[in-house]
C-alpha cells in the first residue's frame, strides 16, 4: 500500500505570505505533484497546523485544494489550528464525540489511528478520556491481529533542536508511552509540527517527522532560538508491504528542475 504524509501547510488567506512564502502556492504544488507523480496512492494525510491563524476562509481554501487529490484526504490539526474554526469549516470529517479530531480508519495495511493533542498555541497534550479512548483502539486492534499506524501533531519526546523540545514538545509523552508500551503491533508513528526530516525510534517504535510544505526550521542543534530558513519543501511517500516500511522523501519544487 502507498500514501503520502504531508504536513504543516500552514494556509493563510490569499495574498498574505508566511515568511515571504505563499502556503497555497505550495500545497497546490505538493498536489500537483501528487496527481502527477503518485495519483494512485490509497490516501493523503496531513499531520497538522492546516492554517496559520485558525481563519475560516484557510479552511476553506485547504479542502477546495485537498479536493483536487484522486485519493481521500485525512487532516488533524496542529497548534496553529483553531478547534472551533476548524470544525465549523471542515463539519463533515469525522469528529469524535468528545469535540476532538481523533479517529481511526482502516485499510488493507492495517488500522490507522490519528489523534488530537491540540489544547492551545503553547500547550499539548492527550488527556485522560483520549488515552483511554486510544488504549481500547490498540486493544481492539491487537485482539483482531491488526498492524496500527499513529499520526499526531506534536512529538512526545526531544528531537535535540533546543527550542522546539524546550517549548513545543508534547506534556504528557511518558503518559502516552505507558499506553503504547502495553502494545507489540504499533508499526509506525508520523508526526508533523517541526518542519524538519526526522527518523528514528521511540520505545522502539518507528517514527518519522516530514518538512512543511511551506517554511522550514534549522537544523540547529546547539542554539536555543527559533531559526526558519528557505530549505525546499517536501513531502513523504510511505510504501507499506507485510514486513516493511519504507518512507520516501519528496522534494516536490524540484520536479520539473532541468538537471543542469
Ligand atoms: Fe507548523
Ligand atoms: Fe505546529
Redesign the pocket.
Known amino acids: 500500500m502507498k500514501f503520502i504524509h504531508l504536513s ?1 501547510t500552514h494556509l493563510l488567506p490569499r495574498p498574505r505570505t508566511i515568511m515571504g512564502i505563499d502556503a497555497c502556492a505550495r500545497l497546490e504544488a505538493a498536489v500537483a505533484s501528487i496527481n502527477a507523480n503518485f495519483a494512485d496512492s490509497a490516501f493523503c494525510m496531513v499531520t ?2 492546516l492554517t496559520d491563524e485558525g481563519d475560516a476562509q484557510s479552511y476553506r481554501e485547504f479542502r477546495k485544494i485537498l479536493d483536487r487529490l484522486p485519493m481521500p484526504w485525512y487532516p488533524l490539526l ?3 489550528d483553531i478547534r472551533s474554526v476548524a470544525r465549523e469549516n471542515l463539519g463533515d470529517l469525522p469528529w469524535h464525540s468528545d469535540g476532538f479530531l481523533q479517529y481511526e480508519f482502516e485499510t488493507p495495511a492495517g488500522q490507522f489511528i490519528v489523534l488530537d493533542s491540540l489544547v492551545d498555541m503553547d500547550t499539548s497534550y492527550l488527556n485522560e478520556d483520549q488515552l483511554k479512548w486510544l488504549d481500547e483502539r490498540l486493544g481492539v486492534a491487537q485482539q483482531d491481529k491488526k498492524d496500527v499506524y499513529l499520526f499526531m ?1 506534536h512529538v512526545p519526546f526531544n528531537i535535540g533542536i533546543p527550542w522546539l523540545d524546550r517549548l ?1 514538545r508534547m506534556d504528557n509523552g511518558e503518559d502516552l508511552a505507558a499506553v503504547l508500551n502495553r502494545y507489540n503491533n504499533i508499526r509506525h508513528m508520523f508526526f ?2 517541526v518542519h524538519r526530516p526526522i527518523h528514528g525510534s521511540w520505545h522502539g517504535i518507528p517514527f518519522s517527522i516530514v518538512r512543511s510544505t511551506a517554511h522550514q526550521v534549522a537544523l540547529d542543534l546547539e542554539d536555543d532560538k527559533s531559526k526558519f530558513i528557505a530549505e525546499p519543501p517536501s513531502f513523504g511517500i510511505v510504501l507499506i508491504e507485510d514486513n516493511q516500511v519504507v518512507i520516501h522523501d519528496h522534494s516536490f519544487l524540484e520536479d520539473n528542475l532541468p538537471i543542469i
Do not use: A, L, T, W
Request: no cysteine; charged share 20%; aromatic share 10%.
Open positions: 504543516d497538522g497546523d496542529g497548534n496553529h501533531h513545543y508533523g509540527h
